[in-house]
Each structure stands twice: as C-alpha cells, then as structure tokens.
C-alpha cells in the first residue's frame, strides 16, 4: 500500500539532490513515497520516515546486513525525524544473528555524576518537573553514538559507509512533510525559550509541508564522527560543544561525563509463549519484564475464544496490564544500581499468584493493589525501527530523546537536540513523570545510573528463527502496545497489518483510568464502563508501531504504522 507524499520543489533543487537517491525506486530524497505495507523477499526495514527506511534499504542493498542498515537508518532518522531520532539520546537494540547469537545492546542515557537524587525537588519539597523535562538541567549523558560504534562490530560495511546518507540529508537538507511542518512550527516557542543559539529548526514564518530543512552544524558533527569514531562525539569539538552549551545553560553534562559513557551489552531477556520464544530487552528497559508479566498472565486463560476487543478479552488484558504496571513502580530500575528481582517477578507461581484477585467483569482498583499517586498524560516521542536481511539477521531497535525534540535544546554549533531522559527517574517517589508513571528507590537518581524506560525492542522466535521483529514509541504504553500487538497475532490470528492499526487501549495501574485509542469500538467501552471501569482521555493515536513478519514461504511482511508518517522498504 503505497501513500504519495511527494513535495514540488524546483527543478535545479531535485537535479543537485538526485545522487542522493541510492534507493530501488530511484527516488530523490526530495520525492519520496510513504509505503505502509509490503513483502520482500531480501530484506526489509521499516522505521517512522521514508527516507530514514530507504537510507536503510540502499545499506542492504550495498551488500549490508540487518545491523549495518539498522546503523544507517538511525543515523538518518537523526537528521530527517528530530522528534525522536537522534545522536543526543539513547535507546535499545534487540537482535538475533544468522549464527543465532542473541544481543541486547544497552546505550540508554546515564545520570551526569554531578547529578543527585533530590536535583529536581525545591526549597519548600516540591518536585520540578519542568526542570527534568526540558532544558539543559533535563538530559542525560547521551548514548546513541556508542550505541551505534558498539553495534558495529557485528556489522560488515564500514562506518563511513552508513552515515553517509545521514549526511548527505543534513547538509543538502530534505523536503518537509505537513506533520513535520506542524511540529517544527509547535515546537518555536520551546525553541526559543531553551536555547542560547537559534538552531536550524527555527524559521522566519512558518514552516510548511514541501519547505526544506537543512542542518549544516548536525551535517559537521556527523563528519566529525564518520571521522574519528565515536571520539569525534565524546571528545574533541563535539564534546567542547556539548560542555559548552552545558555552561551557558546551567546543565551538568561534563567533558568526564562524556569520555566515561559506554555502551553495554546485556543479557537479553527471554520468555517462552506457548510454541514462541519472546526475545526482549532487559532493565534498564522496563519493557521484556512488563511483556513477560503480561503475556503469562493471559497464557492460559482462553483468551482466543473471548474475541478480539471483546469485553472480557479487553477486561482481561487491562487487568494484567494494571498488575504489571505496579510492579514497574515498586520495583524496577537500572539493575546495576539497584536489585530489581526479575526471577521473583516473572516466576509462573508468583504471576499465579498475582492474579488471584482479578475477578472478571470487575475492576480491581489499583489502590488495592499498591498506593501511589494519581497523574495524567502529556504528549509523548520515540521511535522504533524494524529490520531483517536475507540472511536472517533481525534487528529491533527503539530510540529516543524521551519527550518530543527532548529537551527542545540543541547544542549550539553542533546542531543536535539534546534528550529530556533524566524525567524518565522518579524524580521524587511518588511523584508521576510525563508519562504518569511513579516510581521509588529502584528508579531514584544517583550519579551514572540509567534511568528506567518502557522501551520494548522484542522478538519473537518461531522454531528459533525470527518470526515477528516489533517495537513502537508511545512511553509507557510501550510494552501495552507491543503486548496487543503479539495477542492479536498469536492469539486472535490477526493479519499483521491489523495487528498494528486496530485500535489499542492502555492501562498502566496510576492512573487508575483505562485509555482507549479512537476507533476503540462503542459498545464494548459501554460494558467496562458498566463494570465499573474509569476512562482517561481518549487518544487520537497509541503509538507507532513498526513491526515486520516473517512469512511461511520466507517473504518478509513489513508493516509502518499509519499513525505517523512512518513507512517500509524492501527488496
Ligand atoms: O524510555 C522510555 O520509556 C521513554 N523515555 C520513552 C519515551 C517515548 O516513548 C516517547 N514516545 N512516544
């Protein structure tokens, strides 16, 4: 299914950019094509921009394999999709190797070492959470770059290699879509207020669908680190950038931050589902636990039988949700910090144990289960990206700044937003982040500790080969979202495209409010509400979910969500 998005521009601006175009469908990055849906045959990567995929494809299509492109397409969503793209944030990847290997690769930001657990709490004992949620104060030492050198070693083509699209996007620029235009033009005032420079993303007027955007301070440091590796990022000029605007802003990101952030590979967590086995991320990531919780809740519980979005289906899943979600609070954080008690949580008996008190037909109101505060949503930015070759290798990586365009400070001269990830720490206990979600010890602050996400990179092996390669932005619906996005496959037998666009909900225990998405049908809204469920406010989407399936025939079915602009290519 293909969505034309393609933008007008002067001949003498598409004539000097077609070079650019190393992609199967001889596209200039000027004129490109939303695909949502497709099947290769060998390889495809779906990521949320077209451009991002097609620098992604044309890496495959160069001899890469599944890491090399998963490189190049997050180099690129770093300069075409600053929302959530980035080299100033961090994230995850969850990949499985032709030979089998299995990696989960852990560059998610660090708390600065001069920061400290009551750094966002004011004279009189109230919590700041503008300060963790924008501007300098807000971010964390960033992870990506390392993340990236780190996941090379199991790539084939040089480095050089896969950032060259990026480059080629910052410094000749790309063609704007109408919901990039919308969030560049959003975001002018946050701009404004949080910066000491005027960054590439503020305009003169407005910004429109089919302007260009180019970024030539974000195309230098990318040179900088196709030159020197990841020092061209942590040392050197970057790095005096990064201190630099640190000082004038009143951050604590230091040269010794920097030069000490490494990326880390962990142990992936891994869970059987009836004949699948789920390859997830591990804490850090909330997110493999909270699928582990959720997914052996409903193991044997029929649900097939219940229906798809049927009330007893949807009762069911909210319950297991709200269960999983108060361990989250009580329990989980960066496990080099803090014992978070994984085997005890995810054991069979204890999950058995934990739904003792779900009654169907009734809510258990989550002030029975454990207390804590009350909070609502805010609007929410990351980006996750799906990738397979011919070989087999899958790759599943979720990235983020946390909140959109993070902290909305980008380093002068350097032309890079700047994550807001540190509001991802229980600021105080108690006290919801962004994203509603409250936590205590196990995710308060301490220097060099990374701060506990929803991030949910994940797998899922059929007969040990990849069959569903899936993640999605959304904060903490994350691992709700990927949760649906599993049941409706494995559960309901739903084709993998309607796995994704149907309708999800959310519940995440505080706030004590189920969440529907649009579309989420009427009447079975009605029959919780007669059970006795609460609402919170309906959104307009959950999510974007990337997700690629593999077929029986072998084929790759790939899926971008059409919440977004989000898109596939293949070959
Ligand atoms: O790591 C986390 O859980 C959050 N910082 C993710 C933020 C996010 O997904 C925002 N996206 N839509």
Redesign the pocket.
Known sequence: MKYAACFLVTTALFVCLLPLGATTQQQSPFQYQIEKTLIAKRGAVVSAHPLASQAGLSILQKGGNAIDAAIATQLALAVVYPN?GNIGGGGFMVAQLKNGKQLALDY?EKAPAKAHRDMYIEADGTANTDKSQQGHLSSGVPGTVAGLFAAHQYGKLPFKLLIAPAIALAEKGFVITAAEARGLNNLKSDLKKYNTQTPAFIKDGEWKAGDTLVQTDLANTLKRIRDNGQAGFYAGPTADLIVAEMQRGGGLISKEDLLAYTAQYREPHRFQYKEYSVVGMPMP??GGVLLHQMLKMIEDRSIASMGFHSPDAVQLMTEVMRRAYADRAAYMGDADFYKVPVKQITDDSYLTQRMKSFVAGKPTPSNELQPGAVAGYES????HLSVIDKNGNAVAV?T?L???YGSRTVVGGAGFLLND?M??FSIKPGVPNM?GAVGGEANAIQPGKR?????APTLVLKKGKPYLIVGT????T?PTQIFQTLVNILEFGMSAQDAVYKPKFHHQWLPDELVLEKGFPDNTKTALQKMGYKFGKERGGI??TELILVRPDGRFEAIADKRGDDSAAGY
């Open positions: 959530a998610r990531s909330s929410e930015e990351t980006t979720t983020t946390n909140n959109s990830e509001d991802d994203f701060m506990l996400s929803s991030m932005p959304g904060g903490t994350i999510g974007r």
